[in-house]
């Protein structure tokens, strides 16, 4: 990732969004304009989020990475095609999940091709756990859905094994992927090298 591909600060308002002070949430109003609200986790190098935003405008999309530069890159990426249903934020997930977000303010959790972080020394960087579906859970709306892809078959199997502990989600029928569907940037690589791509769609439980 070059810095040179990213917009100057002053171009990315409102596609990069800073990160809320302690103790503050996100101003959902601001930021969606009545639009249902989608986050993805993740967002790594963005197509995921710029295909989505293309392909559904009613939507507003917020795609949160942890890494600074991926997260300029992707604010600048949506900026330099004008779509203003999308935009990005410099952030860790759960922290979005756990402290950034009002209780019940977004629609949909995305959740792509997540670090598999395979040595036992990292596991504990690993974002699939239960606390990640229970801090989901409180800031889905009513119907809300978890998505997730991943092309690791543990990583895949984790993944279910943090849902069902979370007691919060159930998982949903999962329809054959339309070939316009919006795809990551993994997702893609995936394919090109024949990989099984095990996607999930986990739907929130009525409380
Ligand atoms: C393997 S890449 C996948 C990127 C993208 N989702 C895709 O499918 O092409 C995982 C991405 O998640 C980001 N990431 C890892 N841990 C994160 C966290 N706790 N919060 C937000 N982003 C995270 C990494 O920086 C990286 O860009």
């Known amino acids: 990732m070059r ?9 990315l308002d409102g ?16 930021l969606t304009h009545g639009r249902p609200l989608e986050i993805e986790i993740g967002s790594g190098k963005g ?31 949506v900026a330099k095609r004008g779509l203003r249903n999308g935009c990005a934020m410099r952030t860790d997930g759960l ?13 949909a959790v995305h959740l792509y091709f997540p670090d598999p972080w395979w040595k036992r020394s990292h ?15 409180k800031v889905l709306v009513r119907g809300g859905v978890f998505h997730t892809a991943t092309d690791v078959p543990h990583v895949a199997a984790l993944i279910d094994a943090a849902a069902a502990a979370s007691g919060r989600f159930f998982p949903g029928p999962v ?8 795809r990551s940037n993994f997702h893609t690589k995936a394919l090109a090298k024949g990989h099984i791509i095990e996607r999930r769609r986990f739907l929130l439980c009525e409380s």
């Open 3 to 11: 810095s040179e591909l990213l917009l100057p600060t002053h171009a």
């Open 15 to 30: 596609w990069l969004i800073p990160e809320p002070l302690e103790g503050m949430h996100l101003n959902i109003q601001a």
């Open 47 to 77: 197509q995921f989020l710029l295909d989505a935003c293309q392909r559904r405008p009613e939507v507003q999309f917020l795609g949160c990475e942890v890494k600074k530069l991926q997260a300029g890159f992707v604010a600048s990426r």
């Open 95 to 107: 922290r979005l999940l756990q402290e950034l977000l009002p209780p019940a303010s977004i629609a």
């Open 123 to 137: 596991w504990k960087r690993r974002i699939y756990t239960p606390e990640l579906f229970q801090a989901a859970a």
């Open 175 to 182: 329809e054959p992927e339309a070939p316009d569907a919006p």
